[in-house]
């Protein structure tokens, strides 16, 4: 295997499937199954879930809300879907903890970094809701964050695209996919990764993104044994 400890990031809005909000369990399935497959390998695998099918801060401020308290939705709409994948990955037999950055002890562990590492080490998948904790910040940022704390070899964004583009490939049909790009590429020829902080954070720690296709059955395996499917992004 290419990488020994990932953190998947995985975005709210991939678990509506088809729908056009909240969760759809036959895509948690998909994604069970895809992390099942990488963990039999031995591979530690620890994940960031967004929140974005079910609630997204700027939506609410948009709409007359206080961006700060659309925020402690968004954050806890990550819990919410934690759980949801939990809930698959158990279905499993696999053994999981969820961890949450704000506290909600009932639902969840407090994020405890050295309690994450050791969950990380026995093979248990750990699950990171609540973002980063903060208001004004994305799932994004807390992938990159909690990536780097727990030391993961890279991270990765599942999406619904394949990869890096040159331009929008579902608005430009001339668009190229990139197989590796730097940071500093992505940023003079004004791509997006993901969103600058996010994306600052990786860079100055030199932590590997690679961007692909999780809704294509058999891809993360391929991504972690070094297949590249993806894109990655690197010094
Ligand atoms: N959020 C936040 N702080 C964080 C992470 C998330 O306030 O550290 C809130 C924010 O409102 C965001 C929402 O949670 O819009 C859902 O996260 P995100 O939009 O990143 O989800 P995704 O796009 O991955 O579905």
Same mark, same amino acid.
């Given at each position: 295997?290419?990488?020994?400890r990932?953190l ?5 809005? &991939? *678990?509506?499937?088809?729908?056009? +909000?909240?969760?759809?369990? &036959?895509?948690?399935?998909? +994604? ?12 530690q695998?620890a /994940?960031? =879930?967004?929140?974005?099918? $079910? !609630?997204?801060?700027? #939506? ?16 806890? #709409?990550?819990? $919410? ?6 809930? &698959? ?12 950055? =704000? %506290? ?7 994020? =405890?970094r050295r309690?994450a590492m050791?969950?990380l080490? %026995?093979?248990?998948?750990v699950?990171f ?6 208001? +004004? !910040?994305?799932?994004?940022? #807390? #992938?990159? *964050?909690r990536a780097i704390e727990i030391e993961a070899?890279? =991270? ?7 990869? /890096? +583009? ?6 430009? %049909?001339?668009?190229? %996919?990139?197989?590796? /790009? ?16 996010? !994306? ?22 391929? $991504? ?12």
């Open positions: 295997m290419q990488y020994k990932i998947l990031k995985l975005s709210g809005e &991939a *678990l509506m499937g088809d729908r056009n +909000y909240g969760i759809d369990p &036959a895509r948690l399935e998909l +994604y069970a199954d895809e992390i099942e497959q990488v963990l039999q390998r031995g591979v695998v /994940i960031v =879930i967004g929140g974005g099918n $079910i !609630f997204r801060g700027v #939506a609410g401020a948009s709409n007359g809300m206080d961006r700060v308290q659309g925020d402690h939705m968004g954050m806890l #709409a990550t819990v $919410i879907n934690g759980l949801a994948l939990q809930s &698959a990955l158990e279905n499993k037999g696999l053994d999981t903890r969820l961890q949450s950055a =704000i %506290k909600i002890n009932e639902v969840a562990e407090p994020f =405890i309690r050791r969950h080490e %026995k093979g248990r998948v699950i809701g609540g973002g980063t904790g903060n208001p +004004y !910040f994305t799932t994004d940022s #807390a #992938a990159v *964050l070899d890279v =991270i990765l964004k599942g999406t619904r695209v394949d990869g /890096i +583009y040159t331009s929008d490939p579902e608005k430009d %049909k001339s668009a190229t %996919k990139f197989d590796q /790009i730097s940071f500093q590429d992505v940023l003079s020829r004004g791509l997006k990764v993901m969103d600058t902080t996010a !994306f600052t954070l990786s860079q100055e720690n030199e932590l590997p993104i690679v961007v692909f296709d999780m809704n294509k059955k058999g891809n993360l395996l391929k $991504i972690v044994s070094g297949e590249n499917i993806g894109t990655v992004v690197n010094l």
